[in-house]
């Protein structure tokens, strides 16, 4: 079964600019999670899309967005880059439902944006 | 209130010695999950262990074993025997049964000193 792909890996935008980052979660997990890592603030929870609906959403800024397609695939967009946003990008897939033992989150390898 | 907390920043071990690195959480639902994530220096996030707040018996996988107090609302890690390749930051979760969003702490880095 192939794990959580993110694509690109790396990216290197300058200020001002948007981005688009993509997730594809694995084979029949619906849910997929955003997070943003720096190494001063952690991890820290951007938002959640479930049926391409977002069900959760975390205290980030309106250039931060996203979506889910109807393969469960997810992007999501930053406008107006600004040098703090500098930082891993991380994208976790999940089976929907109660928390139980096989309802972990699985994560992709990450998007490393760097803004100039 | 946080959800998670994991009050230690960094911690040392001595290879082949046992480790553990702790988890409190705060939740009102009584339905929820605890989960462990390793995070080595290449960035991927690795799931370790998990425990339901039902399960009866502390959980274990491997090296890995979950000392879970649900009184204290404490969910620490332990690994025994210790390797260079512990070397990592490890997460401390929680998902509440509401809801879907995993509630992360701000991690422990674990060095592992030969």
């Known amino acids: 079964k192939a794990g959580v792909t993110q694509t690109p890996r790396y990216l290197i935008k300058t200020r001002g600019q948007q981005v688009t980052l993509s997730c594809s979660p694995i084979s029949g997990h619906r849910s997929v999670s955003w997070y943003q890592q720096t190494p001063g603030q952690g991890l820290q929870f951007l938002f959640e899309y479930f049926s391409e609906t977002q069900r959760n959403k975390g205290n980030f800024p309106g250039r931060f967005s996203g979506r889910q397609f109807s393969n469960s695939r997810s992007e999501m967009n930053v406008s107006t880059l600004e040098l703090g946003d500098s930082a891993l990008y991380l994208c976790?897939?999940?089976?929907?439902?109660?928390?139980?033992?096989?309802?972990?989150?699985?994560f992709g390898p990450g998007t490393r944006l760097t803004v100039l | 209130a946080q959800k998670i907390t994991q009050t230690q920043p960094g911690m040392f071990v001595q290879e082949k010695e046992a480790v553990t690195l702790d988890c409190t959480y705060d939740t009102s639902d009584p339905s929820y999950g605890l989960f462990w994530y390793k995070q080595p220096s290449s960035g991927e996030m690795i799931f370790l262990i998990y425990q339901g707040s039902y399960d009866q018996q502390n959980a274990t996988e491997g090296r890995y074993s979950l000392n879970f107090q649900k009184a204290r609302k404490s969910a620490n890690l332990v690994i025994s025997a210790s390797q260079l390749g512990d070397s990592a930051m490890y997460f401390c979760?929680?998902?509440?049964?509401?809801?879907?969003?995993?509630?992360f702490g701000t991690g422990t880095s674990l060095t592992v000193i030969p």
């Open positions: 979760a929680m998902r509440e049964s509401r809801g879907n969003q995993f509630y």
């Open positions: 976790a897939s999940s089976l929907a439902g109660a928390p139980r033992a096989g309802n972990e989150q699985f």
